[in-house]
């Protein structure tokens, strides 16, 4: 494992990620980071593919870089500054092209690096934290906390899902809570189960006290 290799990465990502405030920010990476680690090591992952991959997920997305999301630009630029070499390079490439929710789209990790990724991401949407960012994305992107006129839209293509305009709490059920059920590995679905829970505790009482019953 490449210690200053990893360090490097945590600086490039801090400065990328410097001024973003809707809940996909260097602090979002880390936990990724964090996550992905711990699942590699139950799963027999290889660590530094992990490792990078976590921590440079975000740095190309479509969302928040579009200009560098079709080349993994930053990305690129990043491992070949720093040596990697082009087999590992191309796996966390391709890593991070797996690793993004798109509804019905979505796909499953070619490899174990893969899963053990995508599986971080997804959990860092779920429980106290997921919910902090689903307001946190929604404020920031002006979408209404709720609107019980507006009803969820299951089971969205992936074009329909990130063009889609809805409400944060919406956002539960066309995504959040179907999230338990798409995790690659054991260890993710426990902790997964676990967070499922609370948010959907969350859900039922924030709707309680929309409609003034608690």
């Given at each position: ?46 660590l ?54 798109a ?71 066309e ?40």
């Open positions: 494992m490449d210690s200053r290799l990893i360090g490097d990465a945590h600086e490039f990502i801090k400065h990328v990620f410097a001024n973003d405030h809707s809940g996909h920010d260097y602090f979002h990476s880390l936990r990724v980071w964090r996550l992905a680690t711990r699942i590699a090591r139950q799963e027999n992952a290889d530094e593919t992990v490792q990078l991959a976590a921590l440079l997920h975000d740095v190309d997305d479509i969302k928040l870089s579009p200009d560098t999301h079709e080349h993994q630009k930053r990305t690129n630029d990043f491992l070949r500054s720093h040596g990697v070499p082009e087999n590992r390079a191309r796996a966390i490439c391709e890593i991070i092209s797996e690793v993004s929710f509804g019905t789209d979505s796909v499953i990790p070619s490899t174990v690096e893969g899963q053990c990724v995508q599986d971080a991401d997804r959990l860092d949407a779920l429980g106290a934290i997921g919910i902090a960012r689903t307001f946190a994305y929604g404020g920031n992107h002006g979408r209404p906390m709720h609107d019980p006129d507006i009803a969820p839209t299951p089971d969205m293509a992936a074009e329909e899902y990130h063009n889609h305009l809805s409400t944060s709490i919406n956002h539960f059920h995504k959040l809570f179907l999230l338990t059920d798409l995790m690659n590995t054991r260890t993710a679905k426990t902790i997964a189960m676990e967070r499922e829970r609370y948010m959907r505790e969350y859900v039922a009482r924030f709707l309680d006290e929309w409609d003034g019953v608690r």
